[in-house]
């Protein structure tokens, strides 16, 4: 993902997946930092981390809290944004 952020520069990034968002997040400040990212959330992170035995899954909402303040989110679930935006102290728009 980082070489092709910067070879080709695009205007707008659109990223899905927990995982993949925090990578898209992280390469864009290096490689890309023009370009405008939307992180698309589609899960109840915090609800997941709390079931999972998952060190990575449990450590995940703590990440979102660092790395997703400032970028614009999207999602699918009715259910989804309001919980992130409300984690995050957002606005929606």
């Known amino acids: 993902m980082g070489g092709y952020l910067k070879q080709n520069r695009p205007p707008v990034l659109l990223s899905t997946l927990d995982d993949t968002n925090l990578a898209a997040i992280w390469m864009r400040q290096f490689m890309a930092p023009n370009t405008r990212l939307v992180v698309n959330v ?3 992170i915090s609800q ?4 999972s035995r998952n060190p990575k899954i449990r450590f995940m909402p703590a990440l979102i809290n660092w ?3 400032g970028q614009m989110l999207l999602s699918q679930c009715l259910k989804v944004l309001p919980m992130i935006s409300r984690r995050l102290g957002l ?3």
């Open 48 to 51: 997941e981390a709390k079931r």
């Open 91 to 93: 606005t929606q728009a």
């Open 67 to 69: 790395f997703f303040p």
């Open 42 to 44: 589609q899960n109840t």
